[in-house]
Structure formats: structure tokens, C-alpha cells
């Protein structure tokens, strides 16, 4: 007969250990850990002090004056509360979230509030399961919000559709904080009863709602606040941040791999009035990033060296996010909280030399420590590597002699235009084919148009990380070789490939979900840099990322034009052209 903890017995427990934490925080007992002499960042006051910081059941028990079982001299470096992101998709690092972890934990995240949007959007429910079960027990804390866009338009056509019911059962996990960016601000604006019945959800459960609603002003930036949305995390310019900012929003500046806003919103950072409504998240992150630049730590580089006070600095990126999200126990350093620190050289560089995550050595001196990854329920792992469900594709069906609209990339930016009609690729005018292909349920949906600005001279390129329902975005020269690469991405089960005249040249399999390897992440950067290198020698432009370019002409959330597996729509008219 298995035990079972009684009640009382549960209660004597954590009786024992509240005692024994007050027995140490009193000095009548020896710490587990004590940082000696550390100089650390006091969030609460501003400034640095200097005091042993003593470590108890994972706790900050004391700073003062303490004697522990293990003792660290601290001298010469600064103790930081372990970094937040306060925003980020894991499924970005095309990684595993347990991988994810040994990426970020040298760079001193310890929390990261993560929305499972793309994996949802594939799985359904089961993607919230997955990214939950597989982020347990991590050495970086995972919290989630809960996807509220499956799809994310209704011109899409993802692995499901969740309402309000489908997720409300979700609230009430403790690592769950809430409802996650609410993308369908048009919804929220135009009250539409299906959309508002999610936030309404969130709320019942006394949770938080991120915002995602760029440019958004007037009386429906209003009526999209007023309806309870809390925060934003697209603000590409001061103007917009301050406008939401001032009715009461929370700002997440945003600096990851496609979207850069730090250096437009570094005047919040800098305000006396402005930067304790800020927080810092990345979003999404590739694995090229945190391997050469970092995390968190490297925003706050980025930030003390645009002009920003080390300090605030600080507070922006641990206390801020934890004070937004109601984790009351971290983002200080201070008795009670969470020993979850960032221990680095200086406030300038932000070089991260050690990090402890409950009071525990996670990383020292380059040395990470071990842990295993989760073990998942053996139905969540078969279903995440089983979700292909399409025909085999042949030249034939990417046969098209009828105009089409053209999809015109804009340098830099994520937004397209609309470049006209084409009836068929022309590489002099640097046109070509695309095609989404539906690749979920077996509709044989397959939606045709063409792209321009993008460069290929020849062969395909294809990948299933598409936003943000995750079907197969392909883009060739030849209808040949687009159905080989779209063939061999559901072979794959997922991925990148970068295919001519029947051959591959290099890929990037991604058999979670169509979305992360099981490989570590020096690997899969390895992979990947192979298949840029030769998607940029078929004559994609130096300066466009092929796969990350291409994942966005599907996103059917952003003007002007883009494609789903029904054709393309404009998105200002939510019509087909």
C-alpha cells in the first residue's frame, strides 16, 4: 500500500520547515548557504549594498551578519536577482524547453513566462499539456500563459480551435498566470462575444491578460484596456508605448531576434516617471542569438549602454516582471524570496559568472550542472511527432496559369505590400512562387500566390514553422522542386530544407510538433547556419534570414498581404484577392 500524506501530517511538515527558516533567519542556527560579503542589487531602495546573504530551504533568510554549512566569498562581483523574461515563445529557440533551459541558465534567467502559442496552434490542448509537462521541473522556472488565439485569425486553418471552455480548466494550474498576448485586438474592439469570453475566463480566475496591439490608439485602445488587458509588448516606438502607458497598460520592451524595440523605448528606461511600468521580455529568440549574445543579460548591456542607470536597469528586468505577474517571492533580493541569483563581474558588461536557482549551484565558471529533462506522458509524445497529415504532394498540384497577387517583402520589417498581380515566376523581376500547404487534418488545401524581394535563383526553400498556424510555407523557382521540399518536410516530420533539382542541400529537422528538435542547441544552430549558407548561395539577399522571412508571409495578423492555405488575403479587408 502506497503512503498518503495526511493532512495534519502535510501541515506538521511545513511547520517543521517554517521553524527551522526562522531559526536560521534568527542566527540561532547555520544557514544551508551564505553568500559572504556580496554586493547586490537592492531593488526595493535603488542602490547597491553589501551585506552575507544567508540561503535556507531555498529561501533568502537573512542579510547581515551569518554563518553557514556552505560558505562563498563574494568580493569583486555583484549578486543580481536571477533575470525575467517576461514574454517569450520557448517553440523560438527551435529547441526543447529542457534544452532551452541549459541555454538561458549561464546567461541568468531563472524565470521565463512563456506562451505555447505556435505548439497550440499545431496540438491544441495538447500543446499546452506538452510545453507544461516538459517544463517541469526545470532549474529555470517556466510559467505560462495560456494561448489566446488558436487560431490566431479566422483565416486560418490551424490544428485546432480552442474557445473559452477549451482553456478555462488550464487557469488553475500553479505555473499558469493568466491569458496570453490577445492578438485579436479587432475582436476585443468590435466586442465580439467568442473573444471576450477569454478574457472574461482569465479574469474569473483572478489572472493576468498580455496585450499584443500594435499601434492601437483612440477610442479602441481604449475600449481594448477597458475590456482588461493589462500589458503590451509591441511597441515599436515611444508614441505608442507612452499612449498605452499613460491608460494604466504595463510596457514589455521587446529585444529578440525579429523584433528590436529596446533602442526606440529607452527614454521609458531612463524616466524617473515611466520605467516602474516597464519589464523586459525577448519574445522570441533564435538559437544564434543566445548562443553569441545571451538572454535577459544581454539586454541589460544593451540598455546601460544606451544611456540607462545599471540599477533601474536591474529592477527592469527582475522586479518589475514579478511584481506585473504576482510572483511575490522573486525579482528581489531580500528575506522571503527565492534564492535565485545573477551573479555577475559588473554592471556594465553584465558577464554572468555563476547562478543559483533555490539556493543551488546551477552554473559556475562556465560549468553548467546536469539535469535530465522531463519525462512526458508517453501519448503527448507520440502525438507531438505525429502531426503531418497530407497527401504527397506533385508538381501538378503547384500548377497555376491564372494571375496572382504578389506579395512584396519590405527590407527590414516583417510587413509586406502589395506588388500587383503575376502569372508566373520571373526571376529578372525577382518573383516568385509560394505556396502554404495545409498540413494538419488532410483538407489537400493548398493556397497559391507569389513573392517578391526574396531573391532564390533557383531550387525551393520550405519550413513548417510558419506563423502562426504552422502549416508548410514553400517558396521555388520550379514547381518541381517545391513539391520535393514540401514532401520532405512532412517526411521529416517537420523542419527546414533548402532543395534544387531534386536535391537536398541542407535541413533542419524538427520533429516536435513541426516546431523544436530534440538535438542540443549547438547543434541545431549548426544546422541551421548549413541551411542559410545555402539558401544564400541559391541567391536569397544577404540580409534576409531565409526561414525566419519566410515564416512571416503567412501571418495573417500583419499588413498588407499575406498567404494561407486558401490564398492571399489582404489583411486590412480580411478578403481574399
Not at 537592492?42 to 560558505?71: K, M, N
Request: proline share 4%; hydrophobic share 45%.
Amino acid at each position: 500500500m502506497g503512503y498518503t500524506e495526511t493532512w495534519s501530517g502535510k501541515i506538521n511538515r511545513k511547520l517543521r520547515k517554517k521553524l527551522h527558516i526562522i531559526d536560521v533567519a534568527a542566527g540561532r542556527e547555520k544557514a544551508d548557504l551564505v553568500l559572504k560579503n556580496a554586493t547586490y542589487v537592492d531593488v526595493f531602495s535603488g542602490e547597491l549594498a553589501t551585506d552575507d546573504i544567508a540561503v535556507c530551504e531555498g529561501l533568502i533568510v537573512g542579510l547581515g551578519s551569518y554563518q553557514g554549512h556552505q560558505e562563498v566569498d563574494m568580493t569583486g562581483k555583484i549578486v543580481c536577482p536571477g533575470f525575467i523574461d517576461a514574454h517569450i515563445h520557448l517553440e523560438s529557440s527551435l529547441v526543447s524547453p529542457a534544452e532551452f533551459a541549459r541555454a538561458v541558465l549561464p546567461h541568468g534567467t531563472t524565470t521565463v513566462v512563456t506562451d505555447p502559442h505556435e505548439i497550440t496552434n499545431v496540438m491544441g490542448a495538447d500543446g499546452i499539456d506538452y510545453m507544461l509537462c516538459a517544463s517541469e521541473g526545470l532549474p529555470v522556472d517556466v510559467q505560462l500563459m495560456i494561448p489566446s488565439c488558436v487560431p490566431a485569425s479566422p483565416l486560418d486553418e490551424s490544428g485546432a480551435n480552442l474557445d473559452y471552455r477549451d482553456i478555462d480548466s488550464f487557469f488553475t494550474h500553479p505555473r499558469v498566470l493568466g491569458l496570453a498576448e490577445m492578438m485579436n485586438f479587432p475582436g476585443v474592439v468590435a466586442a465580439d462575444s467568442a473573444t471576450v469570453a477569454k478574457i472574461i475566463a482569465s479574469q474569473a480566475h483572478h489572472k493576468k491578460i498580455d496585450g499584443h496591439a500594435p499601434n492601437l490608439t483612440g477610442n479602441d485602445l481604449n475600449a481594448y484596456i477597458a475590456a482588461g488587458v493589462y500589458s503590451d509588448h509591441e511597441c515599436a516606438d515611444l508614441d505608442d508605448a507612452l499612449a498605452k502607458l499613460k491608460r494604466g497598460q504595463f510596457i514589455m520592451i521587446r529585444e529578440g531576434t525579429a523584433a528590436k524595440n529596446l533602442e526606440a523605448l529607452m527614454p521609458l528606461v531612463r524616466s524617473e516617471k515611466y520605467f516602474h511600468r516597464c519589464m523586459f521580455c525577448t519574445d522570441d529568440k533564435h538559437p544564434s542569438d543566445l548562443l553569441e549574445g545571451g538572454h535577459i543579460d544581454d539586454i541589460c548591456r544593451r540598455a546601460v549602454a544606451l544611456g540607462a542607470d545599471p540599477i533601474r536597469v536591474v529592477q527592469v528586468a527582475c522586479l518589475h516582471a514579478a511584481r506585473y505577474f504576482l510572483l511575490n517571492n522573486r525579482g528581489g533580493i531580500a528575506p522571503g524570496y527565492l534564492a535565485d541569483f545573477a551573479v555577475v563581474e559588473d554592471l556594465k558588461d553584465f558577464h554572468v559568472v555563476s547562478v543559483y536557482r533555490k539556493g543551488r549551484l546551477v552554473y559556475d565558471a562556465g560549468q553548467l550542472a546536469s539535469f535530465p529533462a522531463p519525462e512526458l506522458p508517453a501519448h503527448l509524445a507520440a502525438s507531438a511527432k505525429n502531426t503531418f497529415h497530407l497527401p504527397v504532394l506533385t508538381p501538378g498540384d503547384f500548377a497555376e496559369s491564372r494571375q496572382k497577387a504578389v506579395i512584396g517583402m519590405v527590407s527590414g520589417q516583417i510587413i509586406t505590400q502589395d506588388a500587383g498581380y503575376a502569372q508566373g515566376v520571373d526571376i529578372a523581376r525577382d518573383i516568385l512562387k509560394m505556396a502554404v500547404i495545409e498540413r494538419h487534418k488532410n483538407t489537400r488545401h493548398l493556397g497559391l500566390g507569389y513573392l517578391k524581394g526574396y531573391g532564390l535563383q533557383s531550387g525551393a526553400v520550405a519550413t513548417s514553422v510558419a506563423h502562426d498556424s504552422h502549416n508548410i510555407i514553400v517558396v521555388g523557382e520550379n514547381d518541381a522542386d517545391m513539391a520535393f521540399a514540401a514532401n520532405r518536410i512532412a517526411e521529416n516530420q517537420g523542419g527546414i530544407v533548402v532543395v534544387r533539382q531534386g536535391q537536398i542541400l541542407a535541413e533542419l529537422p524538427l520533429e516536435i510538433a513541426g516546431l523544436m528538435s530534440e538535438k542540443p542547441l549547438v547543434e541545431v544552430n549548426r544546422l541551421l547556419e548549413q541551411a542559410k549558407a545555402a539558401a544564400h548561395a541559391l541567391g536569397v539577399g544577404r540580409d534576409i534570414d531565409p526561414f525566419m522571412t519566410l515564416s512571416f508571409m503567412s501571418l495573417t495578423v500583419i499588413p498588407t498581404l499575406r498567404l494561407t492555405t486558401r490564398g492571399v488575403v489582404d489583411v486590412r479587408t480580411q478578403q481574399y484577392i
